[in-house]
Nanobody, 126 residues
């Protein structure tokens, strides 16, 4: 079983950047596909990005393509989400999640994930 902890959230002005981290413990991270999800108040949880075990394959939801970059450092047991050109609509609680097996076409679906972190708040506001 893997334990996930997110960090790096905060308050940032529109156009700014943040880098979220998802640190794993209790298991080796390269056993898992990792996804980033977000949930804004009153909205359903949304898949933002996902990355394969090796890091060679990534997916993004359309609204963040070209602005967000997911990466992983398996030696550090950490996955990152670099968020640039942030917009107010990016405001949400961001979660990372892990699963041992997911088809690439389904990796933005939250129901496919077994383990979740507690979330980190990202607020984009002037």
């Amino acid at each position: 079983q893997v334990h996930l902890v997110e960090s790096g959230g905060g308050l940032v002005q529109p156009g700014g950047s943040l880098r979220l981290s998802c640190a794993a413990s209790g298991s080796t991270l390269n056993y898992y596909i990792i996804g980033w999800f977000r949930q804004a108040p009153g909205k359903e949880r949304e898949g933002v990005s996902c990355i394969s075990k090796s890091g060679g394959n990534t997916n993004y939801t359309d609204s963040v393509k070209g602005r967000f970059t997911i990466s992983r450092d398996n030696a550090k047991n950490t996955v990152y989400l670099q968020m640039n050109s942030l917009k107010p609509e990016d405001t949400a609680v961001y979660y990372c999640a892990a699963a041992p097996f997911i088809a690439r076409t389904m990796c933005l679906m939250s129901v496919r994930y077994n383990y979740w972190g507690q979330g980190t708040q990202v607020t984009v506001s002037s």
